[in-house]
Protein backbone atom coordinates (compact mmCIF):
# COMPACT_ATOMS: atom_id res chain seq x y z
CA UNK A 1 0.00 0.00 0.00
CA UNK A 2 2.81 2.26 0.23
CA UNK A 3 5.66 2.21 -2.29
CA UNK A 4 8.96 4.05 -1.82
CA UNK A 5 11.32 5.20 -4.44
CA UNK A 6 14.13 7.46 -5.66
CA UNK A 7 16.77 5.99 -3.85
CA UNK A 8 20.67 5.64 -4.66
CA UNK A 9 24.33 6.43 -4.69
CA UNK A 10 25.35 9.61 -4.32
CA UNK A 11 28.23 11.52 -3.70
CA UNK A 12 28.23 13.43 0.06
CA UNK A 13 27.07 17.04 -0.78
CA UNK A 14 24.26 15.91 -3.30
CA UNK A 15 20.94 15.81 -3.38
CA UNK A 16 18.32 13.19 -3.54
CA UNK A 17 14.23 12.99 -3.65
CA UNK A 18 12.74 10.26 -2.28
CA UNK A 19 8.78 9.76 -3.18
CA UNK A 20 6.38 7.53 -1.63
CA UNK A 21 3.11 6.80 -3.04
CA UNK A 22 -0.35 5.34 -0.97
CA UNK A 23 -3.05 3.37 -2.25
CA UNK A 24 -5.28 1.43 -0.69
CA UNK A 25 -5.90 3.76 2.02
CA UNK A 26 -7.62 7.19 2.65
CA UNK A 27 -4.08 8.80 2.72
CA UNK A 28 -5.16 12.34 3.38
CA UNK A 29 -6.36 11.03 6.81
CA UNK A 30 -2.99 10.13 8.29
CA UNK A 31 0.16 11.68 9.50
CA UNK A 32 3.05 10.34 7.12
CA UNK A 33 6.89 9.82 8.50
CA UNK A 34 9.92 9.14 7.06
CA UNK A 35 11.89 6.56 8.78
CA UNK A 36 15.60 5.38 7.98
CA UNK A 37 17.30 2.12 9.22
CA UNK A 38 21.61 2.11 8.63
CA UNK A 39 22.84 -1.61 9.18
CA UNK A 40 23.27 -2.47 12.66
CA UNK A 41 20.75 -0.23 13.86
CA UNK A 42 18.11 0.49 15.13
CA UNK A 43 15.14 2.12 12.76
CA UNK A 44 14.79 5.94 13.57
CA UNK A 45 12.61 8.95 12.78
CA UNK A 46 14.19 11.19 9.99
CA UNK A 47 10.87 13.40 9.18
CA UNK A 48 7.27 13.78 9.82
CA UNK A 49 4.02 15.81 8.50
CA UNK A 50 0.25 15.95 9.92
CA UNK A 51 -2.61 15.15 7.60
CA UNK A 52 -3.40 18.30 7.11
CA UNK A 53 0.27 19.19 6.49
CA UNK A 54 0.47 22.25 8.37
CA UNK A 55 2.63 21.25 10.57
CA UNK A 56 6.01 18.95 10.48
CA UNK A 57 8.85 17.28 12.88
CA UNK A 58 12.43 16.92 11.89
CA UNK A 59 15.44 14.83 13.71
CA UNK A 60 17.88 17.38 15.13
CA UNK A 61 20.62 15.22 12.48
CA UNK A 62 18.95 16.42 8.79
CA UNK A 63 16.94 19.74 10.20
CA UNK A 64 17.97 22.23 7.71
CA UNK A 65 18.93 19.58 5.19
CA UNK A 66 15.46 17.42 4.49
CA UNK A 67 12.49 18.88 4.03
CA UNK A 68 9.13 16.68 3.95
CA UNK A 69 5.66 17.97 1.83
CA UNK A 70 3.39 15.73 0.83
CA UNK A 71 0.70 16.38 -1.99
CA UNK A 72 -2.74 14.34 -0.34
CA UNK A 73 -4.43 15.21 -3.69
CA UNK A 74 -1.87 12.75 -5.39
CA UNK A 75 -1.39 10.54 -2.48
CA UNK A 76 2.38 10.99 -2.53
CA UNK A 77 4.71 12.24 0.29
CA UNK A 78 8.25 12.95 -0.16
CA UNK A 79 11.96 13.75 1.07
CA UNK A 80 14.20 16.72 -0.27
CA UNK A 81 17.26 15.47 0.82
CA UNK A 82 20.50 18.03 0.29
CA UNK A 83 24.06 18.14 1.44
CA UNK A 84 23.81 14.82 1.92
CA UNK A 85 26.61 13.25 4.39
CA UNK A 86 27.95 9.73 4.83
CA UNK A 87 26.28 8.97 7.85
CA UNK A 88 22.85 9.28 5.91
CA UNK A 89 23.28 6.03 4.29
CA UNK A 90 20.84 4.18 5.39
CA UNK A 91 17.65 2.32 4.30
CA UNK A 92 15.04 5.21 4.23
CA UNK A 93 11.11 3.96 4.69
CA UNK A 94 7.92 5.67 4.53
CA UNK A 95 4.78 5.22 7.08
CA UNK A 96 1.48 6.67 7.66
CA UNK A 97 -0.30 6.44 10.83
CA UNK A 98 -1.88 8.71 13.54
CA UNK A 99 -5.09 9.43 11.83
CA UNK A 100 -6.45 12.90 12.23
CA UNK A 101 -3.87 13.25 14.80
CA UNK A 102 -2.79 17.14 14.74
CA UNK A 103 0.38 16.44 17.17
CA UNK A 104 2.46 14.35 15.23
CA UNK A 105 4.78 11.44 17.09
CA UNK A 106 7.98 10.07 16.41
CA UNK A 107 7.69 6.36 17.42
CA UNK A 108 7.91 3.49 15.02
CA UNK A 109 4.67 2.32 16.98
CA UNK A 110 2.68 5.26 15.72
CA UNK A 111 2.78 3.66 12.17
CA UNK A 112 0.47 1.80 10.90
CA UNK A 113 1.08 1.17 7.44
CA UNK A 114 5.02 1.42 6.06
CA UNK A 115 6.63 0.88 3.03
CA UNK A 116 9.07 -1.69 1.68
CA UNK A 117 12.37 1.07 1.63
CA UNK A 118 14.61 2.54 -0.50
CA UNK A 119 18.70 2.45 -0.38
CA UNK A 120 20.03 5.50 -0.13
CA UNK A 121 24.20 5.37 -0.15
CA UNK A 122 26.21 8.45 0.18
CA UNK A 123 29.68 8.12 -0.55
CA UNK A 124 32.25 10.30 0.87
Known amino acids: QLQASGGGLVQAGGSLRLSCAAS????????AGWFRQAPGKEREFVAGIIWRADSTSYAESIKGRFTISRDNAKNTVNLQMNNLKPVDTAVYYCAIGQRFSIVLRRGVAYYDYWGQGTLVTVSS
Open 24 to 31: GVTFSNYA
